[in-house]
């Protein structure tokens, strides 16, 4: 089975512009999740959204938004972007687990570069 | 929150055990305990997750003490394909908004 696929693997776009990233989670995975990573940092939890509805919010401005399809894919959308957007965007799938946690298997990522 | 605490780094060489120690004092009863292992430019992917005790799985262990308020992820005879960073996470199903990553600890592993 194919993992998380995310695209564009990379991105260069000037301060201001706006950006979509796209996530297609692990098949059968209902629940996708966003993530941004600054070098040298962990990455920062930004959405999470299950059966298409959101779930959880991180720390973000409003510039940053996001929505799932009937397919469960999802979409990251980021308004004005300033220089301190620049990161790894990581999205990661996950499905209900027995017990814990559910396990999030994450994307490669998409390498976004604001100058 | 419950924040975690780890070493920023550690070095080892090739064939030795290495143990990770995280704290998370504030860890609430629901939360779990889950490791995650990230190489540069990757996504991070999952070691393993326990609430109490001990476990194991086919690369690792991991220690939680009864007070539950730090863990110590052991991994065993690494090698230098196991030079990542390694992040401790507390967390309750479904609040992802409340896992926090933190900065991890970066392993160094030598010939």
């Known amino acids: 089975d194919a993992g998380v696929t995310q695209s564009p693997t990379h991105l260069i776009k000037t301060r201001g512009q706006h950006v979509t990233l796209r996530c297609s989670p692990i098949?059968?995975?209902?629940?996708v999740s966003w993530y941004q990573q600054v070098l040298g940092q962990g990455p920062q939890f930004i959405f999470q959204?299950?059966?298409?509805?959101?779930?959880g919010r991180g720390n973000f401005p409003d510039r940053f938004s996001a929505r799932q399809f009937p397919n469960y894919s999802s979409e990251l959308n980021v308004n004005a972007l300033l220089l301190g957007d620049s990161a790894l965007y990581l999205c990661?799938?996950?499905?209900?687990?027995?017990?814990?946690?559910?396990?999030?298997?994450f994307g490669p990522g998409t390498r976004l570069t604001v100058l | 929150l419950a924040k975690t605490t780890q070493p920023i780094s550690m070095d080892s060489y090739e064939g030795q055990e290495v143990n990770i120690t995280c704290s998370h004092n504030n860890i609430a009863t629901n939360d779990y305990i889950t490791w995650y292992q990230q190489f540069p430019s990757q996504g991070p992917r999952f070691i393993i997750q326990?609430?109490?005790t001990k476990v194991t799985n086919e690369v690792a262990s991991l220690f939680i003490p009864a007070d539950r308020k730090s863990s110590t992820l052991s991994l065993p005879r690494v090698s230098l394909s196991d030079t990542a960073v390694y992040y401790c996470l507390v967390g309750a199903q479904y609040n992802f908004n409340k896992f926090y990553f933190g900065s991890g600890t970066k392993l160094n592993v030598k010939p």
């Open positions: 098949s059968g995975h209902k629940s």
């Open positions: 959204y299950y059966e298409k509805e959101e779930r």
């Open positions: 326990g609430y109490k």
């Open positions: 990661a799938s996950s499905e209900p687990g027995t017990g814990g946690t559910d396990t999030q298997y």
